[in-house]
């Protein structure tokens, strides 16, 4: 262990006593929602949720591109964010003049992938699913993307994703741990999916982590893995695949960049990091500073790389960077146990049986 995890572990256990005061008081919003004293929503019409337990990277981005590519053959699909860090304010719908500073950097990247998908940002989903289904009334489904912990609306589906070295049965509550909900809350999930698994996951291992995730018998469990594909050029799309002689500048602003640091110590000769905060809005003296460190990299075969999210608050800086060799890595959920299938068929099957229950 380093010194500056020593230290970072350290300063949150001394925040214990912080960690209880917020775990309590989530503890008893929960109740309330629970008991009814707060109401939530439910809309006769299939919303699917995307959520976790915990801040940081678990992989609800790729795990909503997953569910989009899955589903946008199929049906007439809209996403639903929050919009992290735009600009703009209240509900938002995206358009062939939207920029990430208009929905956000995640957002921004469905629509940007999946372009025949009407994405929407607002703050309020509560507020912003009436005038999406007013705008959009062809409409099949929404997937509403991180808001498993905002109790105002009740989706008739709700996946809740856990990282394999960071599962919510062994993390605590902010500052201390990860967690921005109780446990107990993950038995409002329909399906839980254990992300950034090894490849290699021996079943023993994965009933393991069943029981200590203590899941209800009406709950599916699925395992993922990170599957990377080949990076393309961040604008003329060519692919360039990282080799054993390149020396890789990272570029990457985002919760956990652990998995990514580890494809490129197998794929490439070495890798140098310029890491940003998680939705990190680029400079040009950020631009400038990533520039002057690749010209500091005296090798042969050299390139940069980033990943999908950053690349969209890097393409404003067009001009700057058509001819430098930035690489965009993109990310996928892979299945494992041969169980993708039964995980497909269970989203599809939602939207065309689906039955409206107030009660849920």
Known sequence: MNFNSFFLKSFRIVLFPLALVYGLIIIIRNWLYDKEYIKSAAFNFPVICVGNLAVGGTGKSPMVEYL???????????TLSRG???KTKGYVIANELTTA???GDEPMQFHLKFPDVTVTVGEERIVAIPYLLQDKPELQAIILDDAFQHREVR???NIILTEFNNLYSNDFFLPTGDLRDEWASAKRAEIIVVTK????????????IIRSLHILPVQQIFFTTIEYGTPYHI?????????QQDEVLLVCGIANPKPLKEYLMQHAYTYYQKDYSDHHIFSIDDLNTIKERYDEIDAE???????EKDAVRLTKFKDELKEIPLYVLPIRHQFLFNEGEQFNAT?????RNFSFNPNK
């Open 84 to 86: 992290y860090k735009r």
């Open 197 to 208: 698994c090894p490849p290699n996951l021996t079943k023993d291992k994965k009933e393991k």
């Open 347 to 351: 989203l599809i099957s939602f939207i």
């Open 68 to 78: 989009l590519g899955l589903l946008h053959p199929h049906f007439k699909i809209a």
């Open 235 to 243: 604008f003329h799309q060519t692919l360039r695949k990282v080799t």
């Open 155 to 157: 989706a008739g589906l």
């Open 101 to 103: 500073l208009d929905i």
């Open 301 to 307: 075969y050299k390139m940069i790389l980033t990943t």
